[in-house]
């Protein structure tokens, strides 16, 4: 399916954030999607990294097409170990909310080659802190993914250092 049947599924707020929800519940929309988010990636990645929240529903399913594992980051304060076992990134996103994203370095492996899934990539904040901390970890990424990706000052290292996988690319 192109982006804009996806689009026309999609949810909208008074604020203009779409809702990919409804992406999810139907079966049929929710197997393409995979499948789509999956095309083009021949980088054979070893594990798919997904993003809290949404980039979890995304990134396990296209983890499950690709019979690969699964990695969270996951937002600040949620995982169960000391601050000093975990990798921390404080960013500022689309929403200018502060917040932070963590991982634990021992779901990585230093030989894995990572795809880093979430739905949306607007200032690029969140997927910049993502693959920062997958680096971090000692492991590679070699390709992102994303059913929307805006082409700005903000998500230009990303599409310098990576394959961008979305479905619609663009700068509006
Ligand atoms: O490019 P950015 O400016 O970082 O924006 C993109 C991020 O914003 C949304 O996350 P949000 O935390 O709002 O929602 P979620 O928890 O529903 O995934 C979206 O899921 C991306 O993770
Ligand atoms: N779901 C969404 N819709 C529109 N803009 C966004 N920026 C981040 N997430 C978004």
């Known amino acids: 399916m192109d982006y ?57 399913a296209v983890a499950t097409e690709m019979s690969v594992g699964f990695v969270p980051v996951r937002q600040g304060g949620k995982l169960p170990y000391p601050d000093d076992e975990l990798l921390r990134r404080d960013i500022t996103d689309y929403s200018e909310d502060a917040k932070s994203l963590e991982l634990h370095p021992d779901e990585l492996d230093v030989d894995d080659r990572a795809l880093v899934v979430d739905d949306w990539i607007e200032t690029g904040t969140q997927m910049r802190a993502a693959t920062d901390l997958v680096e971090s970890a000692g492991a590679s990424v070699v390709a992102v993914a994303a059913i929307r990706a805006h082409r700005n000052e903000g998500t230009k290292p990303l599409f310098e250092r990576y394959d961008v996988h979305a479905l619609r690319t663009g700068a509006e």
């Open 4 to 60: 804009e049947e996806y689009f026309e599924q999609m949810g909208t707020d008074t604020a203009g954030r779409y809702d990919i929800s409804p992406l999810f519940g139907d079966a049929d929309t929710f197997a393409a999607l995979r499948t789509d988010l999956c095309a083009g990636v021949d980088s054979e990645p070893t594990v798919v990294v997904g993003i809290d929240a949404l980039g979890f529903v995304l990134g396990s």
